[in-house]
C-alpha cells in the first residue's frame, strides 16, 4: 500500500505530509520544553518514522490560508468559546435546569474533508450545538441543541451555524469552494458536478 | 516590580478558581441534565472552558518557559479531542436511542420509518424490552394511528 502511493511522486506526496511533520516536530520539541538542535533533529527523526509506518491519507490538499479572515474566524471562535462555557454553567447551576432541546439538521455548501473537520470541531465549542451526525455524501450535519424554545430559536441556531461555515471556509477555503458559498444552498446535493476526487 | 508579581498572582488565582468553578459546573450538568445528549453539552464546553482558565492561570504562575509550553500542548490536544469524544458518544447514544424524546422540540435527524419507536419513551437502550410488550406494541400503533402515519407497508 506504501509502495502504491509512493508512485505517483515524492515530491507531491512530501508536500502533502509537510503540515503533518512540521506539527509533529513542534509537538515533540514543545514535549521536551527546551529548544535545541538535537531534540529538532530526534523530532524529525521521529515525525518521519511516525508517517512512515503509519500513513495517513493526505488531508490538507488544496487548502490555504487567509491571515486576515482566519483572524476574524478566532475572533468569534474564542468569543463563542468563552460565552458559550459560561451560558452552560449558568444553565447547570441555576435551579430550573434546562429547556426542552433539539435535533437539527442544517445543509451544508462545503465540499472537503479539511473544512468539515474544522467546522465541526468549532460548532461542538460554541454555544448550544453539538454535532451528533455528519452525513458526508450529502453534506448534512446534524446537530444537537441545547436550549431552545420556540422555532424561531431553531432558525437563529441554524442560521449561526451557516455563518460558522462561511467564517471558516473563507478562512481556509480554496477559491472554489468560496464561491460555491455564494451559490444557491439548496442546489448543490442535487447538482451533478463537485465530486470528491 | 513586586506590584507586577502581585498583579500576576491575583489573575492567576482568579483564573484557577473560575477553571476550578467551571470543571465543578461540568460535573453538576452531568448530574442534573437529564440525557446523554445533553450532559455531553456540559462534559465539553464549561470543562474545556475551565481547563483552559487554569492552563492560562498556571502558566502565569508557573516561571519558566518549558512548563509554558507543555500547558499550550495541554490546552490545544484538550480543544481537539474534547468535541471528538463528545461527537462519537453522543452519535452512538443517538443511534441507540439513548434520548429522551420528551424533552426535544424538534428531531430533524428521525426520518420517522414505519413504525415509531415511541414504545421507548426514557433513556433506556434500543434493545431493551418493554415492561409489557403486548402492551407496549398495541400503544405505539395506536400512537402511529393517531398521528395519521400508517404502521401497514402499502401492500
Redesign the interface.
Known sequence: MTGGAATPGFGHQLRHQLPLLVWLVL?W??????WSWANLLSGMLVALAVTLLLPLPPVVGGARVRPLPLLRFLGHFLVD??S??????W???RPR??D??????VQLRTDSDLLLTIL??SL??VP?S????LDRERQVI?L?V?H????SD?ERQRAAVLAEEERVVRAFGSPDEIAALDAAPGESPAGTGRRTP | MSAVEGIGDVVAVVLLLLGAFLCLTAGLGLVRFPDVLTRMHAGTKPQVLGVLAIMVGAAIRLQGWSATWMLLLVAAFQMLTAPVSAHMISRVAYRRRHVRRDRLLVDELHTGGEVRDSVYRGDEPADAPPEQPAEALLQSRREDRADGRTAQPPS
Open positions: 509537538v520539541n514543545l514535549l521536551w520544553g527546551t468559546l468563552v458559550s462555557g459560561a451560558l452552560v454553567a444553565q447547570t447551576v435546569g434546562i426542552r432541546s433539539a435535533i437539527i439538521t465541526t470541531e461542538t465549542l448550544g453539538m454535532v451528533i451526525e446534524a444537537h441545547l431552545v424554545q420556540d422555532e431553531v
